[in-house]
């Protein structure tokens, strides 16, 4: 999942700087479960603009919605009455939901409440860890289901750097080294010949240096 988290008060706030009716948009989605912007993390977000524009005797709209999917243009249309009474919207979305919401009401400003930090899953409750760059070609098959891209401090693709101690990183001794890991794992399978490959530099041209990506599937295309 994509996981995000909460803009300081004082940056959101800078942002609502003139605007006197406020949508604050959530999504039902990833940043629902990673307690960024589900309809806990909206409502507590709107009780805080409120109580800032009260301090302030300033009168202000403050509107809240969460749209099942920010990232999927079938679900935004249930927002689009409250657009409309809206002098912005403050997304509470990752920022492909921001860019969504901005294409399809560019008449008004949309506004970010949240910075989307990476790809990953849930650790424990409340530790959200990153585990994909989505780099657009995955090894993961080669590498016992750890990604050294993302895992391994230097993403190095083939095998440990030689600074790793004790199965710790030489970057940050909190951080597992993740060829130990990969090693260990491989074992465990009984796979360690998959080690002895030497995979090629990336092609990052398949990864962002290449531009926007897309995916198309023509068979579920209208």
Not at 10 to 19: E, K
Not at 27 to 52: D, I, N, P
Not at 74 to 91: I, Q
Request: overall charge neutral; glycine content about 12%; some cysteine.
């Amino acid at each position: 999942m994509i996981v995000a988290e909460l803009k300081p008060l004082d940056q959101i706030t800078a942002l609502l700087n003139g605007y006197r009716s406020i949508l604050l948009a959530g999504c039902g989605e990833c940043v629902t479960v990673c307690s960024a912007g589900g309809e806990k993390e909206v409502q507590s977000l709107a009780a805080a603009l409120r109580l800032w524009y009260r301090h302030r005797g300033v009168a202000a709209r403050v509107h809240t919605v969460v749209i099942q999917r920010q990232c999927e243009p079938e679900f935004l249309a249930e927002a689009d009455p409250l657009v409309a009474k809206a002098d912005c919207v403050l997304s509470l979305g990752c920022g492909v939901g921001v860019q969504f919401l901005a294409e399809r009401h560019p008449q008004i400003p949309v506004f970010p409440a949240l910075d989307t930090k990476f790809a990953g899953g849930t650790v424990e409750p409340g530790w959200w860890g990153e585990r994909c760059g989505l780099c657009g070609d995955c090894i993961l098959h080669l590498t016992g289901g750890i990604c050294p891209i993302i895992r391994c401090s230097k993403s190095l693709l083939n095998g440990p750097c030689g600074g790793s101690q004790g199965g710790r990183c030489e970057v940050n001794e909190e951080i597992e080294c993740a060829w130990q890991l990969i090693y260990d794992r491989l074992k465990g399978q009984g796979r360690l010949e998959e080690l002895e490959a030497i995979l090629p530099p990336k092609d990052w041209s398949r990864a962002r240096d290449g531009g926007p990506r897309r995916v198309i599937r023509e068979d579920l295309r209208p």
